[in-house]
């Protein structure tokens, strides 16, 4: 268990800025805190071991703490909507997802202190609810037959809060035979008291929470005055909207109007704007879809829902535990504050180390004289994978990962905590993916220590964890470096990489928005000098949105290897309209912009690369000196192997220059690593490693029309065997060698006439 | 139907498992059984848990929903995955084929 988790405010600070750290403690009411840098977060005993500089700061110290809990579930809110005092009706379309869950809410004006007011829900099974309180106590209506799970409903709830008379309709809009889920019941409960503000999809809690939440589509939200029957839906749901019926309009929610936004437009004639809670997914087909267009900026009528899940989360909302003004001379680098509460033990971990990066000073005149390189943090990697949970939110990954899944102290915290939220890799609870990560949460596996049941045999370490081996590679050959994150770059651009000569990429840098794919391509083809040091990058398409910041959207679309599926029709981002999914389905492959694409992905153990003749091109003569070896990379903590968990290759046909060296490719590969959907059209009967030769690393080079030179280790596992035998190894001797080259600021050749000798 | 697990017939992959519970490479035959054992058919799942990461390990039962709690077998403690891999083998090996073993891991054949 955990017994100390938290976040920080941002991912990247700037010397001089300040940065705040939110800190939960379940025991205790106080805790140590220190500011260090993270050099090596890796416990595997098999490594350099766990290291941390301590970099005093006025953090250091002792600090109140408590209990900081998370309020998740999704909502929309009105809080100024009047009281429904005289007789009303609700209609709305709605898609019920999770009926096995008791106590949803549909639309609440409910007072939970007080007991009473109208809630309008859903009881386990899926039957609709229609609850009223008042001074004659509390009664509820139940429909007598039951809505069924992802099926569209037409719903009316006339209520006169007076005399207590209900009637509840719903109809399926698909009528299938032998189905019996249509409702028409009149029911009279106790006169309803008077509450205020109004909510949908969940329903404001004595305790200040939001709970009773909807898993779910809403769709065209109505109220009107007076009792009205189902069979006027139709009618109120028409443009332009039939005069008489105007008049006795309260509200009507379009969700289809501002669907990048977190705000709901009433198109009533009071204008009750409603405010998004918790990021419900946006750009969802409403019970109107007919697939004529799957774009919804260009067909906004058709999406008109919205789907909300007791399991999103945007905020976590936590107060301010710790704040640091950084020294105004600190090196940019990956830190931490470290924080502890006691000794860890076998039960529980009484410590975390609370990530983040300090960048470069952004005013340009303290910047004094910067390292020619540049570490890309993957931070869009990393909220991609944020509390990464298909070990509990999949089932069946045993067979996949070829051992027994691994759980630590932070996997069972996060398995009794769902309220975390999940990772874009995991399905909510009612089965559909999820689309939003926000960083503004504590986020388990962006940390050093964490070691995960992804990571590949030995170290098992993924992403963050597993690019501290390169964080304590370069610090041990004594490479300066600066560290600008993804975000910084979504923001940035072009321009603030622009001073790099060198950028090195993480292990797995996998997610990338368009901002940034366009900055990182025109970087390279000004002659920047690419050092790839991972596998898997370039991949999937990312957007961020202004009106949720430090939030990240997917659209799991049409291909690639995906752990959820998007429905067809919501492949657009609705944050910004673009279409999801592969970069190499939106033609842009990763070939393009590193030499390299994804091929094969496997789990457990991984292999070794051979030589291949083009090692011996004169243009490839400073990456090889001193390594005579035929065999590179049999050693390492991430499986065993410097060539492993997810593989790139040179695909000419995908964008690769046709100038790209192999300059050796990996072998050996179990039938456990195996080639990836995109790379095959009828399913083959040799997927894995051991059958097919197209699953392989290609460790390649190619120097670019610039005068710049892209270097691709193309495997995830690469940086794992940088620290093998004392750094004294040709893993780490062809990166150095190439590093160095890289920093030599002479133009690589980009004629053929040259013989290929660099000077 | 899928592949079944038989005593006569795959009991000559035990001892190659007990070799090295986790390994790169393995017979299609031993491969064939662990996929067969670990297909998820509902009901618990079971992880290994660490509680001191490289040096303690014990198993865990996670219930078809998480609503209920992770049931973990603390009374079984495991110094490496490897030992523990082989405990889940020897369950699963039963419930397949109705046969117990009676090998430890610690035991290698000299």
């Not at chain 1, 083959?684 to 460790?699: E, F, I, K, M």
């Not at chain 2, 031993?30 to 001191?52: E, F, P, T």
Request: glycine share 10%.
């Amino acid at each position: 268990m955990l017994k100390i988790t938290g976040y920080p405010d941002r991912y990247s600070a700037a010397p001089g800025e300040t940065i705040a750290f939110k800190v939960s403690l379940e025991e205790d009411d106080c805790f140590e805190a220190r500011l260090v840098r993270v050099v090596h977060g890796d416990a595997n005993p098999e490594g350099p071991g766990l290291k941390f500089r301590h970099i005093p700061s006025k953090a250091d110290g002792r600090h109140p703490g408590f209990t900081q809990k998370m309020d998740a579930g999704s909502y929309m809110t009105v809080p100024g909507f009047p009281a429904l005092d005289t007789a009303f009706t609700f209609y709305t379309m709605i898609w019920p997802t999770l009926v096995r869950r008791d106590d949803q809410t549909i639309l609440s004006q409910w007072d939970d202190k007080t007991q009473s007011g109208i809630h309008i829900g859903l009881k386990a099974g899926g039957y609709v609810t229609v609850t009223l309180g008042g001074p004659g106590g509390v009664r509820q209506a139940v429909a007598p037959k039951a809505m069924v799970e992802r099926q569209w409903y037409a719903l009316t709830v006339a209520i006169d809060p007076a005399s207590g008379a209900v009637h509840i309709d719903h109809s399926p809009l698909i009528a299938y035979a032998m189905s019996d889920d249509r409702v028409s019941e009149q029911v009279t409960l106790a006169r309803a008291g008077s509450a205020s503000g109004l909510m949908l999809a969940g329903t404001p809690m004595a305790d200040g929470t939001v709970g009773r939440h909807f898993d779910g589509k809403l769709d065209s939200p109505i109220l009107i005055r007076g009792t009205h029957p189902a069979g006027l839906q139709d009618k109120l749901m028409r443009t332009p909207r039939d005069i008489e019926l105007g008049r006795l309009l309260l509200a009507h929610w379009e969700f289809s109007q501002k669907i990048d936004t977190g705000e709901t437009v009433d198109t009533g004639p009071y204008r009750h704007h409603g405010t998004l809670g918790n990021l419900p997914t946006r750009g969802m087909k409403g019970w109107n879809w007919t697939g004529e267009d799957h774009s919804w900026a260009r067909k906004p009528e058709h999406y008109g829902a919205i789907h909300f899940h007791s399991d999103d989360l945007y905020d976590a909302g936590w107060d301010t535990s710790v704040e640091i003004a950084l020294p105004d001379d600190l090196p940019s680098g990956p830190y931490a504050l470290h924080v502890s509460c006691g000794e860890s033990d076998i039960d529980a971990t009484r410590e975390d180390y609370i990530s983040f990066f300090v960048t470069p000073p952004r005013d340009p005149a303290k910047r004094g004289k910067r390292p020619k390189l540049c570490f890309l943090a993957p931070t869009c990697s990393y909220i991609a994978y944020a509390n990464h949970a298909e070990h509990i939110t999949a089932r069946g990954v045993e067979i996949l990962m070829n051992r027994m899944v691994h759980f630590g102290h932070s996997d069972l915290w996060m398995y009794d905590h769902p309220e975390l939220g999940g990772s874009l890799y995991d399905t909510h609870a009612d089965g559909s993916g999820v689309a939003y990560s926000s960083r503004l949460r504590p986020v388990l596996n962006f940390k050093a220590q964490y070691h995960s049941w992804l990571g590949g045999h030995g170290s098992a370490v993924y992403q963050y964890n597993a690019d501290t081996h390169l964080f304590d590679w370069l610090e041990e050959k004594g490479f300066d470096y600066d560290v600008i994150t993804d975000e910084d770059l979504h923001v940035g651009g072009f321009a603030l990489i622009e001073p790099y000569d060198v950028i090195m990429t993480g292990t797995h840098p996998e997610y990338h928005s368009t901002a940034m794919w366009d900055a990182m391509k025109a970087w390279i083809d000004r002659g920047g000098r690419l050092m790839y040091m991972g596998g898997n990058g370039w991949y999937w398409r990312v957007a961020f949105s202004d009106h949720w910041p430090g939030a990240m959207e997917l659209r799991r679309a049409e291909d690639g290897i995906r752990p959820w599926i998007a429905e067809p029709g919501e492949y657009y981002h609705s944050f910004n309209g673009e279409y999801g999914g592969l970069w190499r389905r939106l033609g842009r492959a990763p070939n393009v912009m590193a030499g390299v694409g994804f091929i094969a992905q496997g789990f457990d153990f991984s292999s070794y690369y051979r030589r291949a003749p083009d090692a011996d091109n004169p243009r490839a003569r400073f990456i090889f000196e001193g390594v005579p070896d035929e065999i590179i990379g049999d050693f390492g903590l991430v499986g065993g192997g410097a060539a492993g968990i997810e593989l790139d290759c040179i695909t000419t046909d995908l964008g690769s220059p046709t100038n790209m060296l192999r300059l050796a490719s990996s072998e050996g590969h179990s039938g456990m690593m195996l080639l990836v959907n995109e790379e095959f059209g009828p399913v083959p009967p040799n997927l894995g490693g051991d059958q097919n030769d197209r699953v392989r690393a290609d460790l390649a080079f190619g120097e670019t029309a610039a005068g710049g030179a892209l270097f691709a280790t193309s495997s995830i596992a690469w940086c794992g065997s940088l620290s093998h035998n004392g750094y004294a190894n040709n893993v780490s001797r062809i990166t150095e060698n190439v590093l160095r080259r890289f920093l030599d600021p002479a133009p690589f050749p980009t004629s053929p006439d040259t013989d290929g000798a660099h000077p | 139907m899928v592949y079944k697990i038989v005593a006569e017939d795959d009991r000559k992959y035990v001892e190659e498992f007990r070799e090295a519970p986790i390994t790169a490479h393995r017979s299609p035959g031993l491969q064939r059984v662990l996929n067969i054992m670990r297909l998820y058919r509902g009901g618990d799942q079971y992880i290994l848990i660490a509680r001191k990461e490289f040096h303690d390990y014990v198993i865990g039962r996670m219930p078809p929903l998480r609503d209920d709690p992770i049931v973990i077998e603390d009374d079984m403690v495991f110094t490496s995955r490897e030992a523990a891999e082989w405990e889940l083998f020897c369950r699963r090996w039963r419930q397949h084929t109705g046969e117990i073993i009676n090998q430890h891991y610690e035991d290698k054949t000299a």
